[in-house]
T-cell receptor, first 111, second 115 residues
Framework: GENVEQHPSTLSVQEGDSAVIKCTYSDSASNYFPWYKQELGKRPQLIIDIRSNVGEKKDQRIAVTLNKTAKHFSLHITETQPEDSAVYFCAASIDNNDMRFGAGTRLTVKP | ETGVTQSPTHLIKTRGQQVTLRCSSQSGHNTVSWYQQALGQGPQFIFQYYREEENGRGNFPPRFSGLQFPNYSSELNVNALELDDSALYLC??????????????FGPGTRLTVL
């Protein structure tokens, strides 16, 4: 089955700096790659997603890139703010089934 | 916030008991997936239901079972509870068919503690 690895496990940046989180996946058939943000005690919230027919997607300060050949995808957050502090999860699935999540990255943005 | 709801919010059980968790999907969504999230880890896929049928299953034993009802709400049942079943149980709903229907929206979760 699919295996998703996520790095780093913790990331601390200064407010205004950029943050990058990287994930790799093992199943070349995976075609959907969402990123979720989870604050303490709350549900995971979708922040951006990308499908295998697209190489890059951007939504304001958040962008995701996908390299299908290398089987890796990355989350980029620019101009970080303290409210960006949370745990971020990447995931991969085939046709919305059996979604596999990475272990998470705890992002801390210091004011 | 999504329109996905779960009940109960918290639950305490003892080892060997059985538990039923409930999930109401977002309006217009006919697919429900269940996940187990242990403390400090990412969600792990348990199974998915589509139109009242199990549509995929992760690496969980048969004592984890589910149902989906005609209104697309769903239940997760766990028999013979073990201490390691203590976790946050999340359900997520999504529509089915066509581009953009693989986005899953999570409910707030049920925190299960097994003593």
């Amino acid at each position: 089955g699919e295996n998703v690895e996520q790095h780093p496990s913790t990331l601390s940046v200064q407010e205004g700096d950029s943050a990058v989180i990287k994930c790799t996946y093992s199943d070349s058939a995976s075609n959907y790659f969402p990123w979720y943000k989870q604050e303490l005690g709350k549900r995971p919230q979708l922040i951006i997603d990308i499908r295998s027919n697209v190489g890059e997607k951007k939504d304001q300060r958040i962008a995701v890139t996908l390299n299908k050949t290398a089987k890796h995808f990355s989350l980029h957050i620019t101009e970080t703010q303290p409210e960006d502090s949370a745990v971020y999860f990447c995931a991969a699935s085939i046709d919305n089934n059996d979604m596999r999540f990475g272990a998470g990255t705890r992002l801390t943005v210091k004011p | 916030e999504t329109g996905v709801t779960q009940s109960p919010t918290h639950l305490i059980k003892t080892r060997g008991q059985q538990v039923t968790l409930r999930c109401s999907s977002q309006s217009g969504h006919n697919t429900v997936s269940w996940y187990q999230q242990a403390l400090g880890q990412g969600p792990q896929f348990i199974f998915q239901y589509y139109r009242e049928e199990e549509n995929g299953r992760g690496n969980f034993p048969p004592r984890f079972s589910g149902l989906q009802f005609p209104n697309y709400s769903s239940e997760l049942n766990v028999n013979a509870l073990e201490l390691d079943d203590s976790a946050l149980y999340l359900c997520a709903s999504s529509p089915w068919g066509g581009q953009g229907t693989d986005t899953q929206y999570f409910g707030p979760g049920t925190r299960l503690t097994v003593l």
